[in-house]
């Protein structure tokens, strides 16, 4: 699961960096790039912690193991 999860991540990566691309190269809003680009960050910052708790389970199942 822990794979899986990682996996996860490194795909919402890349997912991101496409978006940012768009969003740069795009015809947009000075207030839109703004705020996309926030949003893009904060949901960044989720699934890192998501990553972040996954990997803690992890050590603490195999440490209890």
Same mark, same amino acid.
């Given at each position: 699961?822990?794979?899986?999860?990682?996996?996860?991540?490194?795909?919402? %990566?890349?997912?991101?960096?496409?978006?940012? !691309?768009?969003? /740069?190269?795009?015809? /947009?809003?000075?207030?839109?790039?703004?705020?996309? !680009?926030?949003?893009?960050?904060?949901?960044?910052?989720?699934? %890192? !912690?998501?990553?972040?708790?996954?990997?803690?389970?992890?050590?603490?199942?195999?440490?209890?193991?």
């Amino acid at each position: 699961m822990n794979a899986k999860l990682q996996a996860i991540e490194g795909e919402a %990566d890349q997912l991101e960096l496409d978006l940012l !691309r768009d969003l /740069y190269q795009g015809d /947009y809003k000075t207030k839109q790039v703004i705020f996309l !680009r926030d949003l893009f960050e904060l949901i960044e910052k989720v699934i %890192d !912690r998501c990553r972040d708790a996954g990997n803690i389970i992890l050590q603490v199942v195999l440490k209890h193991s």
